[in-house]
């Protein structure tokens, strides 16, 4: 469907031009007729399928200015509220809409002085837990609830948190969720919550064509580092992304990169949300050209121009392998995802090749460099703390 088909205002339309778009993705051209309509919906769409936009442009259509808070999206990730929030800053500036942010790590002041002149929050389940706590933000005038990232807002342990800020929701009201996958959990969530949703789906594959997945299989575990630099100083056109399994190791991995001179910063649930907001800045605007991250940066986020993904630690199931290379090959560009075996992985491994989509070829191991891995680090000068602790490779 092409954007000019859309029964939305015209100034939407032209913002969409201006951004040109020409073509609606599947997920756009099921949702927006059918939420314009007062449907509520559980959409299930692939990352990356433009699912922001199939909720926000409806939402913005239906938005009244001056007449105080009207809708509300929920985001499971601090760096995913603050994204949906430019989305629909950015198209609702010119209807005269105004959209807040609500999330943690960041002074609450601000958050309740601009509540108060909304349409629009978007927040994470605690910050707004929080705000309702305090009585700073009143729920009573939400017509449109939407759930963004469901399935990984449940994963998180949201559940208890979304069900207590849905009771404070008028019943009449429409809801809407969108997921990258539809679990029971979400399941039992719209059957209790829902009336009469419509169930639209897209098609989530693996293009093949555009996306190359291979593995190596390392016989030393100490060896993964000195191969991950290898491949990282050769494989330099684009962004990539490395994705660690916890806090520690993405900090470990970031720091042991910026030893080899190759510009990297980390993200993760652990740091401040200044400094997780600057890593992904940095990488945005290729300050860096390596995120170091564990899985929060898996899902919804909008990073342009990543051809690599790097799976220093595989990951536990295909679902989450599947979304993490979903961070390449998009909009058309090809993309590579690698993924780095060692002994210990080959249990998680086994899982991901469970799935029959995914065709991960093995590569024949190049020729690399042993480098050091250092394992502690003072926090102002990179330098060891006591004893040196060194590993070839992790």
């Known amino acids: 469907m092409k954007c000019e088909q859309l029964n939305i205002h015209p100034k939407l339309i032209a913002k969409l031009q201006t951004q040109e778009f020409k073509e609606l993705t599947l997920i756009q051209e099921k949702c927006i007729p059918v939420i314009i309509q007062g449907n509520d919906v559980v ?46 800053r950015d198209f609702g500036k010119n209807l005269g809409i105004r959209t807040t942010s609500v999330y943690g ?20 389940p605690g910050r707004l837990l929080d705000h309702l706590r305090r009585r700073t933000i009143d729920l009573g005038t939400i017509t449109i609830l939407v759930l963004d990232e469901t399935d990984k807002m449940f994963e998180m342990g949201f559940v208890d948190d979304v069900e207590e800020i849905i009771r404070y929701i008028p019943k009449q009201r ?9 679990s029971e959990e979400v399941y039992r969530l719209s059957r209790k919550h829902l009336k009469h949703p419509l169930i639209i789906k897209t ?9 190359k ?41 970031s720091k042991n990169l910026a030893r080899q001179g190759i510009r990297a910063s980390a993200i993760h649930g652990g740091m401040k949300q200044q400094k ?15 995120l170091v991250a564990t899985d929060v940066a898996a899902r919804g986020l909008d990073i342009k121009n990543v051809t690599y993904i790097y799976n220093y630690d595989v990951p536990k199931t295909p679902t989450e392998y599947v979304h993490r290379i979903g961070r390449t090959a998009r909009a058309g560009a090809n993309g590579a995802a690698i993924t780095l075996l060692t002994e210990r992985d080959h249990d998680n491994f086994r ?44």
Request: hydrophobic fraction near 35%.
């Open 43 to 88: 959409g299930q769409a692939e990352t990356g399928s433009g699912k922001t936009l199939a909720f926000c442009l409806p939402l913005l259509n239906k938005i009244i200015p001056g007449r105080g808070l009207q809708a509300l999206v929920l985001t499971p990730t601090r760096e995913l509220c603050v994204q949906v929030t430019d989305v629909f």
């Open 105 to 124: 790590g960041v002074s609450i002041g601000p958050q309740i002085r601009d509540i108060r002149s909304s349409e629009i929050v978007i927040g994470t």
């Open 174 to 182: 429409q809801l809407l969720m969108f997921s990258a996958t539809i």
């Open 203 to 211: 098609q989530s594959y693996v293009d093949h064509t555009k996306l």
């Open 213 to 253: 997945q291979i593995y190596y299989d390392i016989y030393e575990q100490n060896q993964k580092f000195s191969l991950l630099v290898h491949l990282l100083n050769r494989n330099t056109d684009g962004l990539s992304i490395v994705f660690c399994g916890t806090r520690r190791e993405s900090d470990a991995v």
């Open 276 to 290: 997780r907001s600057n890593s992904l800045d940095a990488l945005k605007t290729q300050k860096t050209k390596v």
């Open 351 to 394: 899982r991901v090749q469970s799935n029959d989509d995914l065709l991960i070829e093995r590569a024949d191991m190049p020729y690399f460099r042993k480098v050091p891995f250092l394992r502690r680090f003072e926090q102002r000068n990179h330098s060891y703390r006591g004893a040196p602790r060194y590993s070839f490779g992790r």
